[in-house]
């Protein structure tokens, strides 16, 4: 049974940071694209970042770009997010994903994509003061 599990969110103030992390299971993990996505309150869902299957492609949405890192360390069958200089309007629950298909090309997924993404059951970021 394939099983992603996030970790790693919390409450932060505004310019601090966060490392989340994914645990994935039931598949073999160094064969698959995996992307991060994250569902604002009341918001739907919107696609972070994507990592190739060996780490070395990686793409962000515009509003991450120089703030988040996407990695990956396959030994471990683990995907981090790397969150600095929060800002408010990060909050959200953040989503671990990955794609039906294995050995997928690193992409920008619009809503209704990510939508049709495999998803683990998220770990909440809020960024407060």
């Known amino acids: 049974e394939v099983e992603l599990v996030e970790s790693g969110g919390d409450l932060v103030q505004p310019g601090g940071s966060l490392r989340l992390s994914c645990v994935a299971s039931g598949f073999t993990f160094s064969s698959y694209t995996m992307n991060w996505v994250r569902q604002a309150p009341g918001k739907g869902l919107e696609w972070v970042a994507g990592i190739s299957v060996r780490g070395t492609t990686t793409k962000y949405c515009e509003s991450v770009k120089g703030r988040f890192t996407i990695s990956r360390d396959n030994a471990k069958n683990t995907l981090y997010l790397q969150l600095d200089a929060l800002k408010t309007s990060d909050t959200g629950m953040y989503y671990c994903?990955?794609?039906?298909?294995?050995?997928?090309?690193?992409?920008?997924?619009?809503?209704?994509?990510?939508?049709?993404?495999?998803r683990g059951q998220g770990t909440q970021v809020t960024v407060s003061s």
């Open positions: 994903a990955r794609e039906a298909a294995a050995y997928s090309v690193v992409k920008i997924y619009n809503e209704s994509e990510s939508e049709r993404l495999l």
